[in-house]
């Protein structure tokens, strides 16, 4: 009888049931590939094609759960068996719920373990049609508010206080994390209200040289620099009667920042190289993801231009702390590019959206998008574990020999404790005894 053409690999920290479990594989024409260590596994996994994953539990530095959750999530149609000699209801059902199908208790029989591979590889199969079955997806009623989606109470602040805004000229400050959807909060202040039908004007300061950015928001007049050849109107004179968004309004520097305050506290703006003082009717919202009272204790940004700003500020949750509406954008953004890209709607598989759920979204909203948006092209009418980035998976922190800074030793830590509090910041801050802001500039 020539060889199956399964390859299994085999990982415990035994060599001598290692070398058993290898043995009796042979005799049941498997190929096998031995490893000592998850590390050790992980370069075989990576480098061969496997067919079957059979490891030990309990090991030293990186256990078998560990390797069974990392195999789940970057090879997902892998089957996987356990192996241990120390049995417990608790590590049982922690298999289980990782990913593996069957769990084998040391001594076992030759037979007992034959029956357990076949019982792997079959399962595996039937995992493969039950796949196919239909999406995980069942958020059809969608709350949202102008352009911003969400169910979560964080959000909900936000529209709360829209709402409060949304009818007046009060001057506004965002603040959020980079790719919370800070403009999508100033767009829903504009077109929510009574004066929806003016302009809304959007400017990036940061992408604005800042040579240039006082004549963008400003205007020039003609002759005020080598190459103004006409009077020009600025962002100020376009937005008239209507709203100005002013992004990473951290970047303006001190000079424009004084002129900005002119127009905030006089309602007039004057062109470069003019004298002429132009009046206007304008609702200004500003949006930064720094810090801008630490900016004014340093004398970057100045203090008179801040509270004047300040007016209402509100504050966009990060992704991280509105978990509850990832199904929510994660569907808006199937819709969106399974017409764009597949001219049909995609699905999503559970084991996919709970990856997702699980995943701290350092970029926000933007990285989920764009996460969204590879996943639909590379998937076929259904989004799998197999289509999505491998950055967002399982990863295994082995032990480091190499000593490092303090600093990021307590980077780490803290961003340990977040995962084990479920990126809840308040209660992680108060496991760490620090505050929240701290914390922050900590994980920065």
């Not at 400017?203 to 080598?226: D, H, M, Q, R, W």
Request: glycine share 6%; with cysteine; hydrophobic share 40%.
């Amino acid at each position: 009888m020539g060889l199956n053409k399964e390859n299994v690999l085999i990982v415990d920290d035994d060599v001598n049931i290692l070398e058993l479990i290898h043995r009796h594989l042979q005799s049941f024409n498997y190929h096998t590939y031995k490893a000592v260590s998850v590390k050790e596994a992980l370069v075989i996994l990576k480098d061969s094609k496997i067919d079957l994953l059979i490891t030990d539990l309990k090991m030293p530095d990186v256990d078998g759960l560990q390797l069974v959750k990392y195999v789940s999530e970057h090879y997902p149609k892998m089957p996987k068996l356990v192996v241990t000699g120390y049995p417990s209801v608790d590590d049982a059902m922690s298999v289980i719920k990782s990913g593996a199908l069957d769990y084998l208790v040391k001594p076992f029989t030759k037979e007992e373990l034959k029956q357990a591979v076949l019982k792997s590889f079959t399962g595996s199969s039937l995992g493969k049609v039950a796949a196919s079955g239909p999406s995980v997806s069942k958020n059809n009623n969608v709350d949202a508010y102008g352009e911003l989606i969400g169910r979560s109470e964080a959000i909900k602040k936000v529209t709360d206080i829209i709402d409060r805004v949304k009818d007046n000229k009060a001057t506004v400050l965002i603040n959020g994390e980079s790719g919370t959807g800070k403009e999508l909060v100033a767009r829903s202040v504009h077109y929510m209200g009574k004066f929806s039908r003016a302009p809304f004007v959007a400017v990036n300061c940061g992408a604005i040289p800042e040579s240039l950015l006082e004549a963008e928001l400003f205007g020039y007049a003609k002759g005020a620099f080598t190459g103004a050849n006409e009077n020009r109107n600025g962002f100020f004179q376009a937005a008239d009667k209507g709203t100005l968004f002013l992004d990473e309004i951290g970047n303006a520097s001190l000079s424009v920042q004084s002129k900005l305050l002119r127009a905030l506290q006089e309602k007039e703006v004057i062109k470069v190289g003019s004298q002429k003082i132009e009046k206007i009717d304008i609702r200004v919202i500003a949006a930064t993801n720094s810090n801008l009272y630490s900016q004014v204790q340093k004398k970057l940004f100045r203090e008179d231009l801040y509270y004047r700003l300040t007016v209402v500020e509100i504050n966009v949750p990060s992704l991280r702390e509105r978990k509850e509406d990832i199904p929510l954008l994660v569907d808006k953004f199937l819709l969106k590019y399974g017409v764009e890209y597949k001219d049909r709607l995609v699905t999503i598989a559970p084991e996919a959206l709970e990856l997702l759920m699980r995943y701290p979204w350092p970029g926000n909203i933007r990285e989920l998008e764009n996460v969204i948006q590879r996943a639909v092209i590379m998937c076929d009418k259904r989004i799998e574990i197999d289509n999505l980035p491998d950055n967002l998976k399982f990863k295994i922190d082995f032990p480091e020999d190499n000593l490092l800074p303090l600093r990021e030793v307590e980077k780490r830590y803290i961003l340990k404790v977040l995962e084990a509090t479920d990126n809840n910041k308040s209660k992680a801050a108060e496991i760490l005894q620090i505050d929240r802001k701290t914390l922050r500039q900590k994980i920065q």
